[in-house]
């Protein structure tokens, strides 16, 4: 935020009259960290102002949802805030930009974040001629977006993929059940495919590896994706899952009167093969 751009004067607003940032990346959740911004609150209010714009007879927020999420739970009717002369464009790199620094962002709120910025830096630059080429000496937002961040403009168009996932499969990726490299290979499939693919992961208890995400990438490229093609490939031994599964033996004695090595082997893959089909039935009612 430059000085031509800020006013200084810090005033008191009503809560009421600010509106969220349209498109704003960031999630606002009642974790312990927003429960100790609350209490920092109820005990010195707002020391940072919240940055705002004038909009539609109200103001955007720029900066501080959260600050204000927190001063709403701690009784605050009223925030400090400074009033920006901002359009539309410079207040999104702005709210990128005062927000990509914390700690712990979930891989969505990069992706989306990514996103917002790299959009309004191209509508600020304007669009390339039609067959122009954009590398050398012309204009590259990506580039323009890695500036002063930690990560490289191809790591930047990654994370901006990972906007094509499916909501369900892109909270997978924020849990960490799918790693972010598989993440963006998967991101290539259509959200039909995609739906294919969170339901058999729920089949399957598993998520894919990158050489199976890179796998159906290929199949999908070829309109080759079919629910057969995405259960095969999912069914496929990883190199993490070639490990020997060990069960002590007075685990298995409440189940098995008989504990001999073969005895127990043939229970529990009889066992195992009746869980399969009590899968496959529920699966096909759904």
């Known amino acids: 935020m430059t000085e031509k751009q800020e006013t200084k004067t810090i005033k008191d607003l009503s809560i009421g009259k600010l509106k969220p940032f349209t498109g704003h990346p960031y999630r606002v959740v009642d974790d312990d960290e ?13 020391m940072t102002p919240i940055y705002v714009r004038p909009i539609d007879g109200g103001y955007e927020v720029i900066s501080g949802h959260r600050r204000i999420h927190a001063a709403k739970r701690a009784g605050f009717d009223t925030v400090p805030v400074i009033e920006m002369d901002m359009t539309r464009d410079e207040a999104a790199i702005a709210l990128v930009d005062s927000n990509l620094h914390r700690e712990r962002l979930l891989p969505s709120e990069k992706a989306f974040a990514y996103k917002l910025k790299l959009e309004a830096l191209s509508r600020r630059a304007g669009r390339p001629p039609k067959n122009s080429c954009q590398v050398g000496a012309n ?3 990506d580039e323009a977006a890695a500036e002063n961040m930690d990560e490289s403009a191809r790591q930047i168009q990654r994370y901006i993929r990972l906007t094509n996932l499916i909501p369900p499969l892109l909270k997978l990726v924020d849990e960490g059940s799918i790693a972010f490299t598989p993440a963006v290979e998967l991101s290539y499939l259509t959200p039909e495919e995609q739906e294919l693919l969170f339901s058999e992961i729920g089949f399957a208890q598993a998520t894919p590896s990158l050489s199976q995400a890179c796998h159906m990438k290929r199949l999908s490229a070829e309109g080759k994706l079919t629910e057969d093609a995405i259960m095969e490939i999912m069914a496929e031994e990883k190199p993490n899952q070639r490990e020997r599964v060990s069960i002590p033996v007075s685990d298995l004695s409440k189940y098995l009167p008989d504990t001999s090595p073969d005895r127990a082997k043939a229970f529990i893959l009889k066992a195992c093969e009746f869980y399969r089909n009590h899968l496959e039935r529920q699966r096909e009612e759904r």
């Open 139 to 141: 204009y590259r937002a």
């Open 34 to 46: 927003m429960d100790r911004l609350v209490e920092s609150i109820k005990e010195h209010g707002v």
